[in-house]
């Protein structure tokens, strides 16, 4: 009794005074909200990931997003651009205006992001090197790595050949289609994209198998890109209404990326 009333005292106290910084903390993983002016660092972490938010400076603008995505064994940061929001708009858009830990269960540790009218919820999870993302709203988001040269989705065989597409492993965005898209709704993919109503996909580093996997729930997805900047590449997409996002660090390529995609999609709720 006395230990929840203190974890609940001790909340309370990071909700009404996070601009000067709150945590929690356990001997498995840690949520952390720090604020220096209109700067926000967020920190999640746990015994495999450590995952911050933080200010970027990018195409004159400063954009709040996942600037270290890293492993810690092996300490190698996966990417630095990651859960961005894209799109041509001013710099309250991309901003973060407040943020909180709101909560803390056995198997993971939540944090609470508001950008200007759209709202997250950032959880990580325990003994695993995963953060789910819940979006309160739908939105245009803009995800990449630091190196890399391959993507992966499941069912790529067999989507790609619908298309009549020969190319594997694409990088450019506007390679297959006028609007850069590798897929769209109203193309009918999620019945060969899909996995148990989730899409699957990743990106990685061809020689270390260093990458990215993400699902997303399927009916959701309006369309994704593939975008490449040099070594930099990723996907963008447009999402509808409230959903769950997962992003986890692989050190196995397209093979761990899909394996574990497959373990998530058949346990995690949408």
Known sequence: MYSTALSLVLLMACLLFASSGCASNDNWGRASVTRNGQDW????????LFVQYSPARTNGLTKDRITEF?????????????DGRHGDKDQ????????????????????????????????????????EIKYEQGGHNLDYRITGDTYVFFGEQAWQASRGWDKKHPTLRDEYDPTGSYYRAEWGGPSILGYKGW??????????????GMILPANVVRWIKLVA??????????????HRSYL????????????MGK????????
């Open 41 to 48: 660092q967020v920190t999640l972490e746990n015994n495999q």
């Open 70 to 82: 890293r492993l810690k064994n092996p300490k190698r940061i996966i990417a630095t651009a990651l």
């Open 92 to 131: 309250a858009f991309f901003r973060m205006s407040d943020a909180s830990v709101t909560g803390e269960t056995a198997d993971r540790k939540t944090v609470r992001l508001v950008f200007d009218k759209r709202v997250e919820h950032v959880s990580i999870l325990k003994d695993m090197p995963v953060i």
């Open 199 to 212: 899409m699957i996909m990743g990106f990685y580093d061809s020689q270390t198998g260093l990458g990215v």
């Open 229 to 242: 900047w040099g070594r930099l590449g990723g996907f963008e997409r447009w999402m509808v209404g409230k």
């Open 248 to 259: 986890y660090a692989v050190t196995g390529g397209a093979e761990e990326i899909l394996s």
């Open 263 to 270: 373990k998530l999609a058949e346990t995690v709720p949408k």
